[in-house]
């Protein structure tokens, strides 16, 4: 191996991943590198590529080129080896709605070959941590979207699996079930499995992901943590508060540049956020003696990094279906 | 632990996962007995005497005459069952989850057959037992009865693997429900209502020849000691055919890559 021996192997390891439909370029030469343990989140609008990138890592279907490892198996050579160390909670529900939520957990269970006290003690506690104890002998056709969506997951730990991918794991789901799911996400990677989670929603990859990447019709544009990406784009700015507008008119003087709210004593100045900048920008305003009560700095947001990337909004309106 | 025991175990647990689907929506079982048991006091009551008649006996003779057939229309229509039932399940997203997951890959199958196996033999005791109680008569001992259980559940498996593979190869849930149909028309087709000497040349010749007719003789000469000559081979021969083509077809369908 050409890895130096200190660094731990990615979880997930791909390399020119390519898919066509027909004629139709659906993945382009993507390259993805997941550290274990961390929360990786594959972030595109409707139709990027992002589950089918998922559907080719859980070994659904198969990739036209490329190199994919996943827990250290090679994908194409030992799928097996990778579906035993892997949890998938695809896009659309993969429950069976014919059968309980408890007959659902107990499913996994025995297909795991847990035995039958270890299985339905495993179905027990993921009910209970899932809150779903009081709908467990219910169908699961009778659920609600966020229980399908809790009880998909529930499903995907029975395995205890070391990578799991969840593909748009809170799309559909109420801002309260939005930050629960959030919360079981961020409990999974404490217990040291590999998160890779696909979203539409930019703050939900700013909120949970250690990484980030930004697919574009199959490409990928981006990749970084949050605050790397949104260093990537023009737009960031200081914002400074002024107790009167002596200080307001000084300090736009000795900046020389700026823009004046009169009414709420502020200026705004461009900047990139950095700590070198800041300094510059403070040591100016300290020379002159001027006051600044409150200083607040503004990166800009993911939604600007897309825009500004693709030169169009992250978050197309969802397509009819 | 032999290579073939987690198969074995996976495909135990997808059996009580089509057993349990079975036994909360029985409504497909019911259709399933209902429609051969109309079928078979249409022909008993309705035009039982006129084609009794025919050969050579009243009602009661065309009850025994017409049963095996009645029997094996049962089979067809539990394979249409079964088709829809695995088209309906393809496109649901468990299996999906199955697919991730490292279990054996035929276990979702073979759950599928051995359930359907099991309910459509289930239907078939009670399409006998309504038999029974409108005057069918056979003679058969025991040993000949655990005869036509054997040759039943063979041909069953057979035309329950054909089922499965065409539930796959169907693109949606309409198209697996007409695929299986022409097994209806088999018993028709053959010596199941009438004898086929009463058809004309081109159609007989069919009725000798599809793999209902030599089924329904052996199960005849089985229940009333009629000359069974090479027709249970022959029903023998047919099943092992279609079951390892249908086998190979369904498998090869199931490991077709979905995105292909
Ligand atoms: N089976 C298929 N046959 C043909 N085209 C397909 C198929 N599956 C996906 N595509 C196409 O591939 C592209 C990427 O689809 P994919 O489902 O990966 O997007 P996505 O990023 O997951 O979108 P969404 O946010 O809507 O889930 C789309 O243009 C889609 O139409
Ligand atoms: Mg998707």
């Given at each position: 191996m050409s890895n130096p021996p200190t660094a731990p192997a990615p979880a997930v390891a791909a390399t020119g991943l390519r898919k066509s439909y027909g004629s139709h370029t659906v993945l382009d030469g993507v390259d993805l590198r997941v550290a274990a343990g961390t929360i990786f989140a594959l972030l595109g609008p409707n139709g990027a590529g992002k589950t089918t990138i998922v559907k080719i890592l859980t070994t659904l279907i198969g990739a036209d080129g490329g190199d994919v490892t996943v827990a250290g198996h090679d994908l194409a050579r030992e799928p097996d080896a990778v579906r035993a160390a892997i949890g998938v909670t695809g896009q659309y529900s993969a429950v069976d709605k014919f059968l309980t939520g408890a007959e659902n957990l107990i499913l996994m269970a025995d297909l795991h070959r847990l035995g039958k006290a270890?299985?339905?003690?495993?179905?027990?506690?993921?009910?209970?941590?899932?809150?779903?104890?009081?709908?467990?002998?219910?169908?699961?056709?009778?659920?609600?979207?966020?229980?399908?969506?809790r009880l998909d997951l529930a499903m995907t730990l029975?395995?205890?699996?070391?990578?799991?991918?969840?593909?748009?794991?809170?799309?559909?789901?109420?801002?309260?079930?939005?930050?629960?799911?959030?919360?079981?996400?961020?409990?999974?990677?404490?217990?040291?499995?590999?998160?890779?989670?696909?979203?539409?929603?930019?703050?939900?990859?700013?909120?949970?992901?250690?990484?980030?990447?930004?697919l574009d019709h199959g490409r990928l544009i981006a990749e970084g943590t949050a605050e790397e990406l949104k260093r990537l784009v023009?737009?960031?700015?200081?914002?400074?508060?002024?107790?009167?507008?002596?200080?307001?008119?000084?300090?736009?003087?000795?900046?020389?540049?700026?823009?004046?709210?009169?009414?709420?004593?502020?200026?705004?100045?461009?900047?990139?956020?950095?700590?070198?900048?800041?300094?510059?920008?403070?040591?100016?305003?300290?020379?002159?003696?001027?006051?600044?009560?409150?200083?607040?700095?503004?990166l800009p947001d993911l939604d600007?990094?897309?825009?500004?990337?693709?030169?169009?909004?992250?978050?197309?309106?969802?397509?009819?279906? | 632990m032999t290579a073939l025991a987690p198969a074995l175990h996976d495909s135990a647990t997808m059996l009580r996962r089509n057993l349990r689907h079975m036994v909360r929506y029985p409504s497909l079982t019911l259709m399933l007995v209902g429609m051969p048991v109309v079928f078979l006091l249409l022909f008993v009551y309705v035009f039982g005497a006129t084609l009794g008649a025919g050969i050579g006996g009243g009602r009661g003779a065309y009850v025994d005459y017409v049963t095996p057939g009645i029997i094996l229309?049962?089979?067809?229509?539990?394979?249409?069952?079964?088709?829809?039932?695995?088209?309906?399940?393809?496109?649901?997203?468990?299996?999906?989850?199955?697919?991730?997951?490292?279990?054996?890959?035929?276990?979702?199958?073979?759950?599928?057959?051995?359930?359907?196996?099991?309910?459509?033999?289930?239907?078939m005791a009670v399409v006998v037992g309504v038999a029974l109680a409108v005057g069918f008569r056979p003679n058969a001992g025991p040993l000949e009865w655990l005869a036509v259980l054997g040759v039943l559940a063979l041909f069953v498996f057979a035309l329950t693997w054909l089922a499965v593979a065409l539930g796959l190869a169907a693109k949606s849930v309409e198209t697996a429900s007409n695929t299986p149909m022409?097994?209806?028309?088999?018993?028709?087709?053959g010596s199941g209502f009438v004898p086929t000497e009463s058809m004309p040349a081109g159609l007989r010749w069919f009725a000798e020849y599809q793999p209902f007719t030599p089924v329904i003789e052996t199960l005849r000469g089985l229940l009333f000691g009629t000359p069974i000559g090479n027709h249970a081979a022959i029903a023998v021969g047919w099943a092992v055919a279609i079951a390892l083509g249908s086998y190979l077809w369904a498998r090869r369908l199931y490991d077709r890559d979905p995105s292909r």
């Open positions: 270890e299985g339905r003690r495993r179905a027990a506690d993921l009910l209970e941590r899932f809150d779903l104890t009081d709908a467990a002998g219910k169908p699961a056709a009778t659920y609600s979207g966020g229980m399908l969506r029975v395995g205890d699996p070391r990578v799991i991918f969840l593909d748009e794991p809170t799309t559909g789901l109420d801002p309260r079930s939005r930050r629960t799911m959030w919360q079981i996400i961020r409990e999974l990677v404490a217990g040291g499995v590999t998160i890779f989670l696909t979203t539409q929603y930019l703050e939900e990859a700013d909120e949970l992901a250690d990484r980030i990447a930004l023009p737009g960031g700015h200081v914002q400074l508060r002024f107790a009167d507008p002596d200080g307001l008119a000084a300090a736009l003087d000795a900046l020389g540049t700026g823009s004046l709210d009169d009414d709420a004593l502020t200026l705004r100045v461009p900047s990139d956020g950095g700590v070198r900048s800041l300094r510059g920008l403070l040591a100016r305003l300290d020379d002159r003696s001027i006051e600044v009560a409150a200083l607040s700095v503004h600007d990094v897309f825009l500004t990337l693709t030169g169009r909004p992250g978050d197309d309106p969802k397509d009819p279906r | 229309m049962t089979m067809a229509g539990a394979a249409t069952g079964t088709a829809v039932s695995v088209s309906m399940d393809m496109v649901e997203g468990i299996v999906a989850r199955f697919r991730t997951m490292a279990i054996s890959r035929a276990s979702v199958l073979t759950g599928h057959v051995v359930g359907s196996v099991l309910q459509t033999l289930l239907s022409p097994l209806m028309l088999l018993p028709f087709l």
